[in-house]
Nanobody
Framework: QLQLVESGGGLAQPEGSLTLSCVAS????????IGWFRQGPGKEREQVSS????????YYKDSVKGRFTISRDNAKNTVYLRMDSLKPEDTAVYYC?????????????????WGQGTQVTVSS
């Protein structure tokens, strides 16, 4: 059974950067599409980015395009989310999740495995 653990959250200043890591255990990541989701205060959960296991294709939410970069290192069983030019509205708990569906951007209901989340706060 795939287990996911996020790390790398914290406090960042506006226009700053953070890199989140999602480390997998219990299974190898090369058969899972991994997504990053977030839920801000009083907001619904939304998919920020995801990367397909099949062809490495990626999905980004419009508001993070050009600022966030998702990457995967199957040898380390880890997926990263590099976040640049952070904005206060990026403040949220960030979760990584896994699905066997080979399509990046598939809706959250298809993700079967979830981490516990890491807090990202963007504030001056």
């Amino acid at each position: 059974q795939l287990q996911l653990v996020e790390s790398g959250g914290g406090l960042a200043q506006p226009e700053g950067s953070l890199t989140l890591s999602c480390v997998a255990s219990g299974a190898t990541l090369d058969q899972y599409t991994i997504g990053w989701f977030r839920q801000g205060p009083g907001k619904e959960r939304e998919q920020v980015s995801s990367v397909s296991w099949r062809d490495g294709s990626t999905y980004y939410k419009d508001s993070v395009k050009g600022r966030f970069t998702i990457s995967r290192d199957n040898a380390k069983n880890t997926v990263y989310l590099r976040m640049d030019s952070l904005k206060p509205e990026d403040t949220a708990v960030y979760y990584c999740a896994g699905t066997t569906w080979p399509i990046a951007g598939v809706v959250a209901a298809y993700f079967d495995f979830w981490g516990q989340g890491t807090q990202v706060t963007v504030s001056s």
